[in-house]
């Protein structure tokens, strides 16, 4: 953190606060805070990883930093630009710069599409190029994250996990975005699978300089990956610095407790 | 590969056809007397009811009598209706066509506004829309058709701008041509509001939630990752996503709008399957009654047939296979 200090972040949450209400009859009869006033830095070509319990509003920011939800209050800054209140055609350009990998491959991707066209949807939307040379740049794509063309025609159904968390990230990574939020993105993978992907990932941070917002219930996989942790709980950041300190010396309550509750830790720091 | 499956299909419905023709005929023969019972036939000849007797083989045992009637059936000789003095196919023949005239117009429109309405609910983020939508929907849902025909029928009267039963008015044939399709048009507003009040909350409510599951999938929110505008992630991404389901409902739609006709049909007095069908139900006229049931089976068919072509038309993963 002291390292990037100086240097402007790419990516960053202000004052985030966001809470959902349940409404009967016009009263709000439940309310839950999932962020409350939460501040995050992503940095190009750095991973940020984001710990915490179920339900402590890690999808919640991933999803705010990537405009597909708005919060109540607070500002996504993008290269110092606010885009929560910013125009629509600002914020879909914005968009196109901070991709999502969700959890469940199966269901991010269209069921209907070949895998080709799924990468090569967001070029059509973003209407960059001619049918040919979208499609070019997809295979291109899928061949970067190792699917070779000969899957080109296949149907989400007719691939495995691993190849769909592979076609998942190609799609996102089409449009060149500058960060990735993984938002529970290895959860579904077996190891082997798991250790593909993360070595691809890490590739790709290198070469593109991808800020990465790694949020994921495996501290053995934020330890190998992360430069920076914040544990969130309650939608509050509670503790946060670098993965081998905090895991080792938690000052939080919650966040030992979470440390505790996680008996991988101990083999973490030798995994990679 | 598409020929197959309309063979395949045209097959079931072969045989859904001949279930209910023997199941027909069984129920047919449960009812006392019978068509040609002299007794209900009072003041006509004799020997031309013994004729028309010997024609439908109604002195040979059931199963004979069957057989019989599917051999002249196939040849398109579906009996001869009493109640109307008449060859039944050919009576079938106006009825059918009279009552597709007012389902082909009444499905098309009840999907249109269901489908408008039912993205519209969907796609709401506020409670108001969607509140006002529920609301909606129940009231009419809540409302019996018949109440709801007789509310229309009562509208139209007060208002005297619209016809309030019927096909045509009675100086129809002096009419122009462009006359006698106002004239027509008119007539059809009643019964074909009827219908499409009726199916179109119960279409729109599965609309609303097959369009609400889609937009709540992650791939969804894959495509608004790549700044998609709201209007072209809705009409080319998630409506060809809820399809399916609502493509196998076009048979349903058609089979409930079949059965809500018969209905509308009768109060507004529109001369199609329906008041046919109930006027050979009370006149015991065997014959008309198995026809109509067995046109009613044949519309439904070819409605499930049109919903299966639709998936094939609309999902690329069958198409495929």
Known sequence: ???????????????????????????????????????????????????????????????????????????VLLRGRDLVGAPRPQRRAAHREIQ????????????????????????????????????????????LVGLPAAWAERRPLELSGGQRQRLAIARALVLEPRVLVLDEAFSGLDLSVQAQIVNLLQELQQRLRLAML???HDFSLVGYLADEVAVLDGGRVIERGAPAALFARPRHPRTAQL?????????????? | MIGRLVLRRAAAGLLLLLGVSVFGFL??????????????????DPAAIELLRARYGLDRPLPQRYLRW?????????????????????????????????????????????????????SRRGRWGRTAFAGATSLLLAVPDLVLALGLLLVAVQSGLLPTGGLRSL??????????????????????????????????????????EVLAAPFVDALRAAGIPRRRLLLRYVLPAAGNPLASLVGFSVASLLSASLLVEIVMSWPGLGPAL?????????????????????????????????IYALDPRIRSE
Not at chain 1, 20 to 26: A, L, M, T
Not at chain 2, 29 to 43: A, I, S
Not at chain 2, 181 to 201: F, I, K, M, T
């Open chain 1, 1 to 75: 953190m002291s390292a990037e200090g100086d240097r402007p972040p790419l990516l960053a949450a202000t004052g985030l606060s966001k809470s959902y209400r349940q409404r009967r009859w016009g009263r709000v009869v439940f309310r839950v805070a999932a962020l409350a006033d939460v501040d995050l830095e992503l940095h190009a070509g750095r991973t940020t990883a984001l710990v915490g319990a179920s339900g402590s509003g890690k999808s919640t920011l991933g999803r705010c930093l990537a405009l597909l939800e708005a919060p109540d209050a607070g500002r």
């Open chain 1, 100 to 143: 999502l990998i969700f959890q469940d491959a199966a269901g991010a991707l269209n069921p209907r599409f070949t895998a080709v066209r799924a990468v090569a949807e967001p070029l059509e939307i973003a209407a960059r190029g001619g049918r040919r040379e979208r499609r070019e740049l997809a295979l291109e794509t899928m061949r």
């Open chain 1, 214 to 216: 790694l949020i994921s």
């Open chain 1, 259 to 272: 440390v505790a509750a996680t008996p991988l830790l101990t083999v973490g720091e030798g995994a990679g």
């Open chain 2, 27 to 44: 129920l047919a023969e449960l009812v006392p007397g019978d068509p040609f019972d002299p007794g209900r036939l009072e003041g006509r």
């Open chain 2, 70 to 122: 599917v051999s002249l059936t196939v040849r398109g000789d579906l009996g001869y209706s009493l109640s109307f003095d008449r060859p039944v196919a050919e009576i079938l023949r106006v009825r059918a066509r009279n009552t597709l005239l007012l389902t082909g117009i009444a499905v098309p429109m009840a999907w249109l506004l269901a489908l408008v309405a039912g993205i519209w609910a969907a």
């Open chain 2, 171 to 212: 100086d129809f044939e002096a009419l122009g041509p462009l006359e006698k399709a106002r004239d027509l048009a008119a007539h059809l507003v009643l019964p074909a509001a009827a219908l499409v009040l009726s199916l179109a909350p119960r279409l729109a409510r599965y609309v609303q939630a097959s369009v609400a």
């Open chain 2, 278 to 310: 109930l006027d050979a139900i009370l006149a015991r006229d065997v014959h008309l009654v198995i026809g109509a049931v067995l046109v009613s089976t044949l519309l439904l068919v070819a409605g499930n047939l049109i919903a299966d072509l639709l």
